[in-house]
């Protein structure tokens, strides 16, 4: 049998805090692909929090940076999208069990699901004045419907990420992140934080060059 090797991120989390250049690689996706994080996070973040062989959720995947470092570490992942373009792209080299599925993350409780070891995500973001944005006054309420039925995919012991930054624009700040972090507090038992520092020109979020790991084991 031939035995294939893996080099993975070589940074690893040591501390409260980690450093990478944090720029994008370039894909061959023709529409707006500047929202993601890069492939050695989300390769940080498995190494970190699960095993060979655990399975992954990514109910937010976009262009499916989570899903593709899953299946290269020997993860199994499913990640839900909602935009048809993006859901296609990110399904693309992904060999079963892992798949994209075209549906908003909602309707996790319509599909057969393995129970899940790892949510590792980043969430949509909101802009400075919630009433501005598409998703309207309701996001929060809708985040925590959200994971209340993503906790019933999952195993007793399983870990959740949060990739999340706060938020600053010309019309000032939004602290995302520290209401999510409060917001999923209701869920999950809150394990701690971890930032990720962009030494590079990318910005981790909107307005900053560094962005939080927020942790929870789910209980």
Same mark, same amino acid.
């Given at each position: 049998?031939?035995?294939?090797?893996?080099?993975? @991120?070589?940074?690893?989390?040591?501390?409260?805090?980690? @450093? +990478?250049?944090?720029?994008?690689?370039?894909? &061959?996706?023709? !529409?707006?692909?500047?929202?993601?994080?890069p492939a050695?996070?989300?390769?940080?973040?498995?190494?970190?929090?699960?095993?060979?062989?655990?399975?992954?959720?990514?109910?937010?995947? !976009?262009? !499916?940076?989570?899903l593709k /470092?899953? $299946?290269?570490?020997?993860?199994? /992942?499913?990640?839900?999208?909602? &935009?048809?373009?993006? =859901?296609?792209? /990110?399904?693309?080299? *992904?060999?079963?069990?892992?798949?994209?599925? %075209?549906?908003?993350?909602?309707?996790?409780? $319509?599909?057969?699901?393995?129970?899940?070891?790892?949510?590792?995500?980043?969430?949509?973001?909101?802009?400075?004045?919630?009433?501005?944005?598409?998703?309207?006054?309701?996001?929060?309420?809708?985040?925590?419907? +959200?994971?209340?039925?993503?906790?019933?995919? *999952?195993?007793?012991?399983?870990?959740?990420?949060?990739?999340?930054?706060?938020?600053?624009?010309?019309?000032?700040?939004?602290?995302? =992140?520290? $209401?999510?972090?409060?917001? *999923?507090?209701?869920?999950?038992?809150?394990?701690?934080?971890?930032?990720?520092?962009?030494?590079?020109? /990318?910005? @981790?979020?909107?307005?900053?060059? %560094?962005?939080?790991?927020?942790?929870?084991?789910? %209980?």
């Amino acid at each position: 049998m031939e035995t294939v090797c893996y080099i993975y @991120a070589m940074t690893e989390i040591k501390k409260s805090w980690f @450093a +990478i250049d944090g720029g994008l690689e370039p894909i &061959d996706y023709e !529409g707006e692909n500047s929202f993601r994080f890069p492939a050695e996070l989300a390769e940080i973040v498995l190494n970190k929090f699960s095993k060979e062989g655990d399975w992954v959720l990514d109910p937010f995947c !976009g262009l !499916g940076t989570t899903l593709k /470092a899953a $299946q290269k570490m020997n993860r199994h /992942a499913i990640g839900f999208e909602v &935009d048809e373009s993006r =859901a296609m792209y /990110a399904g693309k080299g *992904l060999n079963e069990p892992n798949k994209v599925i %075209h549906a908003r993350i909602e309707t996790i409780d $319509q599909y057969y699901l393995p129970s899940f070891d790892l949510v590792f995500t980043s969430p949509p973001y909101v802009t400075v004045r919630l009433e501005d944005d598409p998703w309207g006054m309701t996001y929060f309420e809708d985040m925590e419907s +959200i994971f209340r039925k993503i906790q019933k995919t *999952l195993k007793p012991d399983a870990n959740i990420v949060i990739e999340v930054s706060n938020i600053r624009t010309k019309d000032g700040v939004r602290t995302l =992140a520290w $209401q999510f972090g409060e917001l *999923l507090s209701k869920i999950f038992s809150f394990q701690g934080e971890i930032i990720r520092v962009d030494t590079g020109d /990318a910005e @981790a979020g909107p307005g900053f060059d %560094h962005s939080y790991l927020l942790v929870y084991k789910n %209980h």
